[in-house]
């Protein structure tokens, strides 16, 4: 079993709908988790930070932790064409590289 | 504000040909790391440098070697170049090992 597990998609959506990406992991030691995006043929960039379980919001993002039940999900309300680019989950011990996903495709069809 | 910056963008090789990837960071962050990605399998790390003068493994490592000049550049090296190295590889770069990383834009290299 992988450390992290990310549904690779493709997903595509309605502009305008809420998505909703999640990633399980096995590894009870993680503390930080991260959200990063990347759009076609461009480096990852992080999107969304947070190292407790419960929600941490950003514009039209959600970030939400569950440790107990070892899942993290990333939230977009009223998703934008511009909101079309691969996702990743990261995650660490806090001492270690980065744990990634394998990232979710998403494409947001106007 | 430059960030992490990688050289070559693109390039092309044949088989047994050798070359470097460059990597350099503007930030004074102490660990970096080399990426590959792949369709299907996400960002592998092939090796990294938490701190200058050291260099550890990561998921990928065979075939490659890596040299942390200094502290702002750290260089990925392919001996005798396969076709399964043909791949996205990114560099990236953090204030310690274990905090939000910083990526380049990557190199695209295609092995023929």
């Known amino acids: 079993q992988k450390e992290v597990e990310q549904d690779p998609g493709p997903l595509s959506v309605p502009e305008g709908a809420i998505v909703s990406l999640n990633c399980t992991y096995s590894?009870?030691?993680?503390?930080?988790f991260m959200w990063y995006r990347q759009y076609s043929r461009k480096g990852p960039e992080l999107l969304m930070y947070?190292?407790?379980?419960g929600n941490k919001e950003d514009g039209r993002f959600t970030a939400q932790v569950d440790k107990s039940s070892k899942y993290i999900s990333l939230f977009i309300r009223d998703s934008q064409p511009s909101d079309s680019a691969t996702y990743l989950c990261?995650?660490?011990?806090?001492?270690?590289?980065?744990?990634f996903g394998k990232g979710t495709r998403l494409s947001v069809i106007a | 504000n430059a960030g992490v910056t990688q050289t070559p963008k693109f390039q092309v090789l044949k088989t047994g040909q050798s070359m470097t990837l460059q990597c350099a960071q503007d930030?004074?962050?102490?660990?970096m790391y080399w990426y590959r990605q792949d369709p299907g399998m996400g960002l592998r790390l092939i090796y990294y440098s938490a701190s200058e003068g050291t260099t550890d493994k990561g998921e990928v490592p065979n075939g490659y070697n890596v040299s942390r000049l200094n502290k702002r550049e750290f260089s990925l090296r392919l001996e005798s170049a396969a076709p399964s190295q043909t791949s996205v590889y990114f560099c990236?770069?953090?204030?310690?090992?274990?905090?939000?990383?910083?990526f380049g834009a990557g190199t695209r290299l295609s092995v023929l």
């Open positions: 990236a770069s953090t204030p310690r090992t274990g905090d939000i990383q910083y």
């Open positions: 930030m004074n962050h102490n660990s």
């Open positions: 947070t190292y407790s379980s």
């Open positions: 990261a995650m660490d011990e806090g001492n270690t590289p980065l744990v």
């Open positions: 590894n009870s030691a993680f503390q930080y």
